[in-house]
């Protein structure tokens, strides 16, 4: 059985997929100029390179090719390097190219903020959001006794009984970090923005290498925990430390509010009547 207090994590953990982009958009926009039509070429740019080309390749390495998927079973770390740079690569180029040609520039920083919301929401949506409802449909019928009748006939005894076993030993806890992380996840994408558009900006493909770099970076302490090498708590550890840096990089970025004037200095500007 999966606790009601489990089951009340993935619900908040659903909302807050949502709500979290939505709440950095209303604070940014306070600041800068963010135009709709760049959060969406983020989120279209993001589908398309991660959910479709990205997958694509994986489909073929990871299972089409026996020899590349047989070598990269066998060698754990190599799996974990070639799924991050996987990601990095697709989501970056994807990144740069959707800034090149598909933006409309609104201005430092806000051009860069408004296509990282679009890349990080709709990635917080489809991983963090959907993914919590799936989870907790799952979990749901767990406890009433209807998981073997329904899923039973179609992923067969053997995955019924991993999936059984993962369900009964679901947390609060791992659900709070889980939730934790895709929350990191947008910031990290913001951040991974600012980057690239300077790439865009300056006309330096070097900021676009800095970002795949630090993608893959990134991203490789969750692909070792993916081959089984780390534990969760390792890799929660580096997305904090990573989160807390990209917080004040974010802070840092946002434009400051002009100091109000003084009545003296009001005085000083009015036109001579």
């Not at 990209?246 to 100091?259: H, M, S």
Request: hydrophobic content about 60%; proline content about 5%; glycine content about 8%.
């Amino acid at each position: 059985m999966v606790s009601g207090l489990v089951l009340a994590g993935f619900v908040a953990g659903a909302v807050l997929a949502v709500v979290w982009p939505l709440a950095i958009f209303l604070l940014s926009r306070r600041r800068m100029t963010l135009l709709l039509r760049n959060v969406l070429v983020g989120a279209g740019v993001f589908f398309v390179f991660s959910q479709v080309l990205e997958k694509a390749l994986h489909l073929y390495v990871l299972k089409a090719n026996p020899t590349t998927a047989e070598w990269l079973k066998i060698h754990p770390v190599m799996f974990a390097l070639y799924g991050c740079l996987a990601a990095a690569l697709f989501e970056e180029v994807g990144r740069y190219l959707g800034m090149r040609f598909l933006v409309k520039p609104s201005g430092d920083p806000g051009t860069a903020v408004a296509y990282g919301l679009g890349h990080g929401g709709i990635e917080s949506i489809l991983i963090g959001c959907l993914g919590m409802v799936q989870t907790l449909y799952l979990a749901i019928l767990l406890n009433s006794g209807r998981l073997d009748t329904v899923l039973g006939p179609a992923i067969g005894p053997d995955m019924l009984a991993q999936l059984r076993v993962t369900l009964e030993h679901l947390s609060i806890t791992g659900l709070a970090l889980g939730t934790l992380e895709r929350l990191i996840a947008l910031l990290i994408q913001i951040g991974l923005s600012l980057l690239v558009w300077r790439a865009v900006a300056r006309r330096r493909l070097a900021w676009l290498a800095l970002a795949i770099a630090a993608h893959a970076l990134i991203d490789f302490p969750p692909a070792l925990f993916q081959a089984g090498l780390i534990s969760t708590a390792v890799v929660e550890s580096v997305l904090l430390i990573i989160g807390a840096a990209l917080v004040a990089y974010f802070l840092y970025e946002l434009p400051r509010k002009p100091a109000p004037l003084s009545a003296d200095a009001a005085k000083a500007i009015e036109p001579a009547p």
